[in-house]
């Protein structure tokens, strides 16, 4: 059982830049897949990355490949969520997801965070 927690949320503009962070306290972490999902108001909870416990595998949904960036370090905590180039679009409330298997149905994920919002003005 591990607790995700969400940081870095906040309200930027159109073109600006912000890194978010996943951490839990339980070393089991460091061992599961953990994907970031995100829900806009009155939109369905969509995938928006994932990487597995190694960091060397990772997926990005088609609306942030090229903008942004999921990492971390072999067996260590946070995993972080670099965006770029921020759209109006992505303005919602971020999750991080634990023990999945790394890809992008939030069904196989078992631990999640409570979420931090990021908001994108234009």
């Known amino acids: 059982q591990v607790q995700p927690v969400e940081s870095g949320g906040a309200l930027v503009q159109a073109g600006d830049s912000l890194r978010l962070s996943c951490t839990a306290s339980?070393?089991?972490?460091?061992?599961?897949?953990v994907g970031w999902f995100r829900q806009a108001p009155g939109k369905e909870r969509e995938f928006v990355a994932a990487?597995?416990?190694?960091?060397?595998?990772?997926y990005y949904a088609d609306s942030v490949k090229s903008r942004f960036t999921i990492s971390r370090h072999k067996g260590e905590n946070p995993v972080y969520l670099q965006m770029n180039n921020l759209k109006v679009t992505d303005t919602a409330v971020y999750y991080c997801?634990?023990?999945?298997?790394?890809?992008?149905?939030?069904?196989?994920?078992?631990?999640w965070g409570r979420g931090t919002q990021v908001t994108v003005s234009s």
């Open positions: 997801a634990a023990n999945g298997n790394g890809g992008s149905d939030d069904s196989d994920y078992h631990f």
């Open positions: 339980e070393r089991a972490f460091s061992s599961y897949a």
């Open positions: 990487i597995n416990w190694s960091g060397f595998t990772y």
